[in-house]
């Protein structure tokens, strides 16, 4: 039993289960500061972005109830997290200051500095895994290297994988006698402002860890057992949504993967029905070792000839993207869904980003910084590894010339048109057949449905076939001068 406090950092790990540090900490038996810090130290451009903030806002309000119900309330700090840090562990004498480690290269260099100097004061810096399954150190390759493609990186990870088990939240934390002060969440004002788009949010989700293991336990009874035919349906609830709740560490991998194992495991035999969605978490361990090893992954192409990828994409464009008013039905239904919940289906995700991309010719760096502003689940990792996948700069990518068909790709994964309806509520009266290319309809069709191109949605801003050749002629240029 110890008197002197550990300061319990939390960062995206936002919940009291399966919570390593949390556990290390209580079983010393010395009094726990849980402490938040809002830390604008990442680089301008990796700023949490406004989905995220509106996210980390209930996220935080439910991490604070679930401690004071355990004896612990949560302090909340503002600012640079090495100097508050510091300046807590001299307002309260604490000993120690535990963690769950991060892998953003500015959190990576953070770490570095923090033990460093906590070695210097004497006080004990204890890091703990737990965002992913497996710690990137430990996934070489036989040459000592990292796993640059996905399909040898998840055979290797799925041999010997044991996923830690799950521990429940302690039941009291002990707490500090005389509470250091903290900020008042209100104030923090983390809601988008100018505009606010949120609006829309509360009613797709529910952040903080109950929600998470609501989410995962209600997938597990219901869609996964149809998950591998299901998830690239956007218009079916076919997928799990756990990704901002992974993204804010509510819940951990580990434990998605138990539930989904086991449950898998009982429903379909011999042929285990959880098998997809696990090789999907492990698409987040491998994008999460890409970020780890080249922490470049953001901002540079991971192969280097695309740097010579001449864009030529314009503002008006871009503009039309983002607001989904491109005339592509299921790319605008993507990105309108996006705008309104903060999500976007992972299939959807695919097409938008390739017609950014390949049709409009604008940067993949350009279409991520959107994605990170607007996306509840925003990821580093993730987004990066993804953004570069669809535009083929990334390890084990997609094949540039493979260039999506937008109305192809909505006839495939949407064919009764019902996702582009729920989005693109002024086309919801066209047949199935025509839904995805309206400028194909006749005039009798449109007006039937009370469609006018043009005004009350607009006609295609590039040509597909056009766009096409534009792209793949920009893929010869970087082929021919590499
Ligand atoms: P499920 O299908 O239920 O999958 C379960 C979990 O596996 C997900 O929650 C996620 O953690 C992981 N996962 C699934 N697919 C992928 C993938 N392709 N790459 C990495 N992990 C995956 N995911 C993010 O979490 N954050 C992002 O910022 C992000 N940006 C993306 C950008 C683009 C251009 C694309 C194409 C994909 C992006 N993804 C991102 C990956 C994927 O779209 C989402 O993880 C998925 O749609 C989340 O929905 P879900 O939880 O229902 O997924």
């Not at 004990?124 to 710690?135: Q, V």
């Not at 008006?316 to 996006?338: C, F, N, S």
């Amino acid at each position: 039993m110890h008197d002197k406090p550990i300061v319990l950092w939390f960062r995206n790990d936002l919940r009291l289960g399966d919570h390593a540090a949390l556990v290390a900490a209580v079983h010393t038996g010395a009094p726990i500061l849980p402490l938040y810090i809002l830390d604008d130290a990442s680089p301008k451009q990796w700023k949490m972005g406004g989905a995220s903030h509106w996210w980390l806002d209930k996220s935080l309000a439910a991490l604070a109830g679930d401690l004071a119900s355990r004896g612990g309330p949560l302090v909340l700090r503002r600012g640079d997290s090495e100097t508050e840090l510091l300046r807590m562990i001299e307002e309260t004498g604490a000993a120690a200051v535990y963690f769950t480690r991060s892998y953003e290269p500015w959190a990576v260099a953070l770490e570095q500095r923090l033990k460093t100097k906590l070695d210097d004061a004497n006080v004990a810096c204890r890091r703990f895994g737990g965002r992913l399954l497996r710690e990137p150190e430990d996934m070489r390759t036989s040459n000592g290297g990292f796993y640059k493609v996905y399909t040898p990186f998840s055979r290797a990870i799925m041999k010997d994988l044991v996923p830690a088990k799950s521990v429940r939240a302690p039941e009291r934390i002990a707490t500090l006698e005389k509470q250091p002060k903290s900020e008042r969440l209100r104030d923090w004002a983390l809601h988008p402002q100018k505009p606010d788009w949120s609006k829309g949010f509360a009613a797709a989700w529910q952040p903080g860890e109950a929600g998470a293991r609501k989410r995962l336990s209600d997938f597990v009874r219901t869609a996964l057992k149809s998950y591998a035919r299901d998830r690239n349906c956007p218009a079916t609830p076919g997928t799990s949504r756990l990704s901002p709740h992974l993204a804010f560490g509510e819940i951990s991998p580990a434990a998605c993967w138990h539930a989904a194992a086991h449950a898998g495991g009982k429903t379909n035999g011999s042929d285990n029905a959880a098998e997809t969605f696990l090789k999907e978490l492990l698409w987040r361990e491998f994008s999460a070792g890409l970020l780890f090893h080249f922490p470049e992954l953001p901002e540079e192409p991971f192969r280097p000839e695309f740097s010579a990828f001449p864009w030529h994409g314009n503002a008006k464009h871009l503009k039309a993207w983002q607001t989904g008013q491109t005339g592509y039905p299921i790319v605008d239904a993507g990105m309108r869904e996006l705008w309104a919940t903060g999500y976007m289906h992972n299939r959807v995700r695919m097409i938008t980003a390739s017609f950014l991309i390949k049709h409009l010719l604008i940067p993949w760096q350009t279409g991520e910084a959107w994605f990170w502003d607007t996306l509840v689940d925003a990821d580093l990792a993730n987004n990066s590894a993804n953004w570069q996948w669809v535009a083929g700069s990334g390890a084990d990518a997609a094949p540039y010339f493979r260039i999506f068909n937008p109305v192809l790709q909505g006839e495939k994964f949407d064919p009764d048109g019902d996702y582009v309806r729920r989005w693109v509520p002024e086309l919801a009266k066209l047949p199935r057949q025509i839904i995805h290319a309206p400028w194909k309809a006749d005039s009798g069709t449109l007006m039937e449905a009370g469609v006018k191109l043009g005004k009350s949605y607009p006609n295609p801003i590039v040509e597909h076939g056009e766009a096409r050749a534009r792209a793949l002629a920009g893929y010869e240029h970087i082929k021919n001068s590499h």
